[in-house]
Structure formats: C-alpha cells, structure tokens
C-alpha cells in the first residue's frame, strides 16, 4: 500500500470554456466559427451545459467519487463583458457554483485566466499590449472581493508557456500570430501580469496561497547521440520551461524575454508550485523550423495502431520524468499540486477495443509523486484533467479525458472504468497492492 497524507487533495480540473457552453464574448468563440480550426466542426455552444446549470449533476458526481477538491475557472468575458463593467449576474452564478463545492465538501482552487479573454481585451492587442498588466490586475482584485469569502486557493494565469506556442508561434490557437518575437513579448507581460495580480490578491485577502499553473513539457533528444538533437532539444526545453521558471523563482526577468531586469519586488510570486503534467516529448533537429527553434516533436510511439498516431503535440508516456520534476523542484522547499494530469481514451473512437488506457496512467503517475513524497518533496495534491469530457480547443471533444464520457447531443455521462480506479485510490487515500499489480 502507497499511502497518502490525510490531508491531501484530491480531484478533477476544469475550465470555463471547456464545460460552461453559451460563452459567447471571447476570442475562442470567435476563432471557433471559422471552418477548419476545430476539429470535425465542432463547437462550445454548449459544452458540458455547465452554465445551463448541469454543474451541480457534475459536482455531485465528483463527490460521489470522493474528490475533496475541485480546480475549476471563472470567465473574465462573462464577469467583465466591456472594458470596466462587471456582471452581477454572472459573478452570482459563479459564487453559487462556489458554494456548491463548499457545501459537497470539496476545497476550491480558481484560475483567473485559463487561455480565453474578453473581445475588448483582445480588440486592444491582448497581451500585446502593455495596458494588460493593469486591466489583469483590476480583475484580479474585482474577483478576489467577490469570491475571496469562498475560495483561498488562486491560479492567476494558467500555462502562459503553452498559450505563447500554440497562439504566437505555431498559429494553431486565436489570435494566431505566428511570430516568435510577438509570443516572447507576449510571455514577458504575462509575467508581469502574473507579479501584479499576486499582489493585488494579498492587498485584499492576506491569506491567500496564489501561484501560476505552468505546464511542464518533459523533452528529450530523438536520437541522444546526435549533437543537432541534443542542442533542438536544450533550445526547446529553454524556451518552454527554463525561462518560465526562472524568471518566477529568481524575481528577474531572464533572456529572451529581458535582460535580467528585476520583476516587482524580486520576491519569488509564489506561495505554492502548480504544475501541469502530461508526456515527454521526443525532438530533432529541423533546419526548416527556425520559428520553433529548430525543434521539430516526433509523434508518440504508445499511439501506433490507433487514430490518434499523428498527434505530434502529444509525448510518449513517461511518469518517471514526473518524479524527477518533482525532485527539481523540492530544492525551492514549496509546497506542490499537480493541477493538471492525465490522459485520453484512446479507444473513444470505437475502432478500438474496449480498454482502459486511463487507469494505468493514473496510477503509475500516482506510484511516481508518492515515490517523490516518500524522499521529501512536499506534493499535496492532485487533479485529474479532466471530470467530464469536454470541449478540447482545436481537438473539439475528439480528446476524451474524462473520468465520465460525455454524449454532448444528449449531455448523458457514462463512468469510465478510470473513475472507479480513482475512486478506489481517493477512498483509501492511497494505492493498494492489487492496483499496483493490475495497473503498474
């Protein structure tokens, strides 16, 4: 048995875009109506029906699992639909669901921003625009008065690494950029934003733990003996996650994005590390890809045989590179919470037999952050991404990655057999023997 302490916390991640539906005032709805971007067409009108009230049947399913703990977002769009005006309505609507965690038992941990901006904010160049760091920290202090009474756990911005890549740089998410230099600048103020939202949050609720969720995106060389992969792979890797990191823990911002110019106070902004933790991703060196730093991913080999071989921004499975992770970062001496693991039904597409893929991640990833507890790493909690299946970005609802299917015609939830596992694990507060035999 692999026993967790008692109070560790347990649950799924969500985000509003993802699962509200009738979101309609952001630039995804916007890139969402044009032909092509989304995969088979499909949309976020109405998600998981979240804002059609179907979150209450959601967080009675999550409590019926045993989750004490819930991630989910609030939608700048909905709260601040025009530049300086906030909706009562919808901030009502979000402290109920608030509430609704609160009264099932469950511990809420809300991001501010999860990729989706209001149509002003992005009329007026996003994150581009230096103006940006004052208009996150207004909302910020907005959102923290009006739901600071239900909630002490704060994201302020969740994976700006990922939202520079795939929005800046690969121009595969809105605005589509496809500009390394405008992801950089981009990153830069969201950093700042981060540092400025921090202190807004504790001007007004002093006991605040805050962080920023950054996705961890594990790379190694293709062939290691190559000196061209090797150096793709330390660019990449720089780019991704160093300077993310370093500029978070060190107070200054590091090059590319500055010249070691300190941030704010130069404190660390960090009460707690959240990370984000999926796949390791395999790199070679391509000439013709300057944009990505010469880093070109090679699609997953756990993959072949199924519709889903040539996802090439999906890794190879590896929880080892978890624990090592996890090992790095002990040395800050902060607390951890993995906000965001997990993995896709490969055989949602019903060319597949029926298998469980999940529960196999789930516990070996698992296996890997108890080891990184056992030698001190203060790890928790976790949350699985994600409870129902939900609209995946430019995947639609292709990517299954919840521990309930979801029929979005009929909006029926099915258990997949992950949820049971999970279950298993929340209500023993720790993996048994058998799991360990039957998953790992």
Sequence with gaps: MLSF?????????????????????????????????????HSARVACDWWGGRWQDDFDLAQSLGHNAHRMSVEWSRL?????????????????????????????????VHFTHP???????????KASLAWMER???RVVEAFGDLCNFWITLNEPNVYMVLSYVWNARPPGAGSLPQGLRVARNMLFAHYRAYEAIHRVQKDAQVSLAHQWRTLAPANPRSSLDRFATWQGNYVANEMFVRALTTGKMPFPLGRGETIGDGKMPLDYFAFNYY????????????????????????????????????????????YELLKRFARWNLPIYITENGTFDIGNDNQ?????????????????????RQEGVQVNGYFWWTLVDNFEWDAGYWLKFGLYHLDVESQT????????????????????????AKYA
């Design 139 to 141: 909302y910020t202090t």
């Design 279 to 322: 796949f390791v991703s395999h790199v070679t060196f391509d000439v013709s890809r300057p944009g990505s730093v010469f880093a070109r991913l090679l699609p997953p080999t756990w993959l072949k045989g199924t519709s889903f071989e040539e996802l090439t921004d999906v890794g190879d499975l590896a929880p080892n590179a978890l």
């Design 119 to 129: 149509r002003w904010f992005m009329e007026q160049g996003g994150w581009l625009n």
């Design 413 to 436: 939830r099915t258990k997949r057999p992950v949820a049971d596992t999970y279950a298993n694990i929340i209500r023993g507060n720790g993996i048994t023997d058998a799991l360990l």
């Design 352 to 372: 597949l037999p029926s298998i469980d893929n999940q529960s196999s991640y789930l516990v070996t990833h698992l296996r890997a952050i108890q080891r990184a």
């Design 80 to 112: 601040e639909p025009k530049q300086g005006e906030w909706d009562e309505d919808a901030a009502q609507t979000y402290r109920a669901k608030l509430k609704g965690l609160r009264e099932r038992g469950m511990t809420p941990l809300v991001t501010l």
């Design 5 to 41: 302490p008692q109070n560790f916390l347990w649950g799924a991640a969500t985000a509003a875009h993802q699962v509200e539906g009738q979101n309609f005032n952001n630039e995804w709805w916007d890139w969402e109506q044009t032909p092509g971007r989304i995969k088979h067409g």
